[in-house]
């Protein structure tokens, strides 16, 4: 990592600490700030629900939030290097409504909602296989066409339109559920990062670090394929067992955050160019360090401004999302003239 | 001295394999490639240059025959092995504008560094001797975005440079440069492979630099196959006529460039003491439709070049002079 790397790694890690913070002390029901420190010590508080909601809601939310905010933008930049495409990431492509409906059908097949499923072991399992092996599908199709497709531009319309079928399965699945699970599951889609309860925080936590880890160990391959596909042969690299990985580690990462918070879009899409902004490097060894601290520096600000409204409720995280995001994508294609690594 | 062999193909079948189906290019090839030697592939479009490129960068299997790189069959080498001994610079686009002429150039080092890519002194001392050879250093910390097509150019040779490979294949490495660049090139590549004893192969289009500066050239077309040798042999047995066998098209020996074969309809002859100024007034008379013959014969038109300014025309016996071709070729054509 060069210089500018740590210095920005250091400083958004304070930054996370920070939103971690903000996380705990704010939510929609107000908790003094010393009964918030007291409950996390394990201490007695005037109300119990206090302790309940610091424990059940407030951690695992800010934790789930830093993981998943990690595991999109990785997943997104991954995304972009393999398709040398800046315009890629896991809902452009329709890799996370492939996951959608594996969770769809899972739910379905075992007669439970989305919203409640899972609390045990052999739930949660299932429900990340039928994410996992959702997004697998999507990301091998879409891995296929890319090799009958060679722009960049088709290849993404090609995933909307495969976002666009499985919606529909998803669709055609609901119409046969049950009106509450019909219910459960427009929430779901909504997005939430307070999906995963404290049981299950454990389980979330190992699969999106495996996934991440798996991304580190791909950083030397990642900058040769910035090269394109035949030079990085040229250059020692395996590409069909890379980009088999690749497909793992987004795969893990998109299905396992998809299972829990919903279709999380824009952080995927628009991190990784918020990092190559911030550092003017496309080199992995620091823009993907950087990527996955700014994905949970925005995960965890999303979180806070969800609960702005106070008392009166939560906004949905995809209400969110976009409005950040989608400006960045804006700026970066009115400008891809003036940035570096478009050219 | 003996020269290395590096590349050395025996009765080799190239071409593409769709399931049980064989697609032939070439076969029953066989050529040998030279360390210390700059070997320039020539070809017209669609006679396989780049099939045969790709085959022997291993991007494609062979489809029958022996093909051997540094005594060792080249299906028999690892990924590892494979990317230490053969470097390419190819013609796919490559999305590296982020990336600074440095970083570029220390992704060739990814053969030689550990598992997190890291260089350590010696990769930094090859990327910057690689950097000073090709003459880029001056840009090592500009990003690759900014270079111009010639600098970026040098930055991948420099690239398959600290490879460390002895064998460096090149897929039309001027294409799209200008004339300096294309020379700056063709002059860099021939002096890496005699200064560092590489073997280097480049397909191209550009004849002209292909005949001065390549110590082989290697002729590849439908009808003859490959015919390889040192320039000046093929070009003295009359070989460079097979490379494109087209009745319209005919290879002027004095000058070592392709022209198009004149039908004149009308002969001239022409007498100048002076072969350059020859030259083009040949030049301009054959563009003109007329065949030129260089005995003076009675019968036909004559025409003297003293000087540019001063070109005697003799016509029906009538004899003109003319201080510029504007105003013989009005005379001519008239």
């Known amino acids: ?343 | 001295m003996k020269k290395k062999v590096v590349i050395s193909a025996n009765d080799l079948r190239i071409g593409y394999r769709t399931g049980k189906q064989e697609k032939i290019v070439h076969e029953h090839l066989n050529f040998q490639l030279l360390a210390g030697e700059l070997t320039c592939l020539l070809g017209a479009n669609g006679t396989g240059k780049s099939t045969l490129l790709r085959t022997l960068s291993a991007s494609q299997p062979s489809l029958g025959g022996e093909l051997q790189i540094a005594g060792k069959n080249l299906n028999e080498y690892s990924e590892k092995e494979r990317s230490r001994t053969i470097g390419v610079v190819l013609t796919d686009k490559t999305f590296t504008g982020g990336l600074t002429v440095y970083e570029l150039i220390g992704l060739g080092r990814q053969p030689h560094t550990g598992f997190f890519g890291r260089l350590n002194k010696e990769d930094k001392r090859v990327i910057e001797e690689a950097m000073e050879n090709v003459g880029i250093a001056n840009k090592a910390r500009s990003y690759t975005a900014e270079l111009s097509d010639g600098e970026r150019q040098k930055a991948m040779i420099a690239k398959a440079l600290v490879q460390e490979c002895p064998l460096i294949l090149l897929d039309e490495p001027t294409a799209f440069l200008d004339v300096v660049s294309r020379i700056e090139i063709m002059h860099l590549l021939h002096r890496l492979a005699t200064e560092q004893q590489k073997a280097i192969l480049l397909s191209t289009h550009d004849i002209e630099q292909a005949l001065v500066l390549s110590d082989k050239l290697w002729l590849l077309s439908k009808e003859h196959g490959l015919q390889c040798g040192i320039t000046e042999d093929i070009i003295l047995n009359h070989q460079m006529e097979n490379l494109f066998p087209h009745r319209d098209i005919r290879f002027d020996y004095e000058h070592g460039v392709y022209y198009p074969t004149v039908h004149g309809e009308k002969e001239i002859s022409v007498e100048s003491q002076d072969k350059t100024l020859l030259h083009w007034t040949m030049n301009a008379l054959n563009r003109n439709g007329f065949e030129c013959k260089q005995i003076k014969n009675e019968k036909v038109l004559h025409l003297i070049a003293t000087s540019p300014h001063e070109l005697h025309l003799t016509m029906n016996g009538k004899e003109t002079c003319h201080d510029s071709f504007e105003n013989l070729l009005q005379e001519l054509i008239k």
Request: proline share 4%; glycine share 10%; charged share 5%.
């Open chain 1, 1 to 343: 990592m060069n210089n500018k790397g740590i210095t920005y790694s250091i400083l958004l890690t304070v930054l996370i600490l920070f939103l971690i913070a903000a996380n705990l002390f704010f939510g929609s029901v107000d908790i003094p700030a010393d009964a918030v420190i007291r409950s996390l010590w394990g201490e007695e508080v005037e109300k119990a629900s206090w302790s309940f909601i610091v424990w059940e809601a407030r951690v695992p939310q800010a934790i789930t939030a830093l993981l998943c905010g990690a595991a999109l933008a990785g997943s997104g930049l991954m995304l972009q290097t393999t398709f040398n495409n800046p315009l890629a990431g896991p809902s452009i492509l329709g890799i996370n409504s492939g996951a959608n409906l594996g969770v769809a059908l899972v739910m379905l097949a075992g007669g439970g909602t989305i919203a409640t499923g899972g609390i045990t072991l052999s739930g949660f399992l299932s429900i990340v296989l039928g994410a996992f092996i959702g997004s697998m599908v999507v990301m091998g199709l879409i891995l296929f066409f890319s090799t009958l497709i060679k722009s960049n531009i088709m290849l993404l319309i090609t995933g909307i339109m495969i976002g666009y079928i499985t919606s529909s399965a998803i669709s055609l699945l609901n119409f046969f559920a049950t009106a509450e699970g019909v219910h459960s599951y427009m929430i779901w889609g909504m997005g939430n990062f307070g999906g995963v309860s404290l049981e299950q925080l454990p389980y979330f936590a190992i699969f999106t670090a495996l996934g991440l880890l798996l991304a580190i160990l791909l950083i030397k391959p990642l900058n040769a394929l910035l090269l394109g596909a035949r030079y990085a042969e040229n250059l020692g690299v395996n590409i069909k067992r890379t980009r088999n990985l690749l497909l793992i580690s987004t795969g893990i990462l998109t299905a396992i955050t998809t299972a829990f918070c919903g279709p999380v879009s824009f952080i995927g899409l628009a991190v990784p160019h918020i990092a190559r902004l911030m550092l003017g490097t496309s080199n992995h060894n620091s823009l993907l360090p950087v990527t996955l601290l700014s994905g949970s520096v925005v995960a965890l600000l999303c979180n806070l401004i969800c609960i702005l409204p106070g008392e009166s409720g939560i906004i949905p995280l995809n209400a969110v999302t976009p409005v950040l995001g989608a400006p960045v994508i804006i700026y970066v294609i009115i400008n891809q003239r003036r940035i570096q690594y478009f050219n």
